[in-house]
């Protein structure tokens, strides 16, 4: 009996590793299912497409290679992207956010909340950093012990903070942040293009194959099969104008046209949401819904929540000087090139050429006076023209703090 208890208790911890081993790899599996899904569905579509209507269905050689070519340079640009989005190196924060050991040792042993703030912010001083908590704290991630760049978030799935992080998508099995945004909207663009390609020359077939079913119908055709007796007219009818393509392929045709249709609507959705996120230099974090004035009693309930959603979904990033939903938009054409580079050539091509290091961002003027970029790191903003030095940010502050502008909140120096 002892043996059996002693047994076990040294069997144990082996067995929850091996437990520990088996559920990680079922989740990782688990978590590319989705894009099995995209990657099965895309398969699909070019047996669909390429054989079923191009091959079997088109009769004209000139149209099957019009679309052929077409077809194929969408879809190459569309996997490529895809690709890129999914197996972008997304890299990690640098060394000089994370908190030393003794810096932790100092965390750790602090009696108060405001001991630590005063570490973290003996700590960050000299960071690249301006936005703050809502308190008007550093950000700071317990879980990495690092304190977070301007725009970096923790993501619970990968268990690590990202540089600029918009959100995990599980279509890619990636976080969609700084270092793959750009593919990312190649990858919305290129797949939009494809689904409306798709849908577009299978357009009419579809119509044609409905007409079909019409006059089968109005025919009666249907009956008279039944019984057996098989008609000129119902039998060309079935066969109708489609080539050599049987009548399984003609539905693979049909089925192309609602699933590209289906994606299309939904892609279209996101692709312009997404634009309007890049023109006006924001991320999905930044707009996510503020519920604090949820919490109303009575009929006036829904009138606060659609108030909520149209006047206060962004979550505005916090400055020294006070929340600014616009604080890193620095206009549309800027913006658009801190995400896409500065050279037309590369825009539509899924390599990166977005701007910066994904740590340091230029602000509105209102909130350079806490930038700390100097001339010559300017990481490609320099075109920008909107970064000054630590030294002259550091006088204008302190003017700026002695002699605050009419109308104007002084910024709390924590």
Sequence with gaps: MASSVQNSRISSPGYCACCRTCNMWCWKGFKWLPVSFIVSIITWSYYAYVIQLCIFTIQSTVQQWIYLVLYHILLIMFVWSYWKTIFAEIEPIPEKYKLPEAELEKMLSAESEDSQRTILENFAKDLPIVTRTMSGSIRYCNRC?????????????????????????????????????????????????????????????????????????????DLILESGAYTKICVDMINGDFGTATSSGRYHIIFAFFVSLMFAISLGSLFGYHCYLVVNNRTTLDMLINNRRLNTHGGSFIRIMLKNLVHEAFRAPMFRGGADKNGFSIGAFKNFKEVFGNSPNLWLVPVFTSLGDGCEYPVRREHQLQTFTSPQDTHGYESMGITRSSVEMARETERWRLCPRKGRTVPQIV
């Design 145 to 221: 012990v690092l304190v977070k760049p301007d725009r970096a978030h923790h993501c619970s799935i990968c268990a690590r903070c990202v540089l600029k992080m918009d959100h995990h998508c599980p279509w890619v099995n990636n976080c969609v942040c700084f270092h793959n945004y750009k593919f990312f909207m190649l990858f919305l663009g290129y797949a939009l293009l494809y689904c409306l390609f798709v849908m577009a020359t299978c357009l009419p077939y579809f119509i044609r194959l409905w007409k079909m079913y019409e006059e089968y119908k109005h025919a009666h055709c």
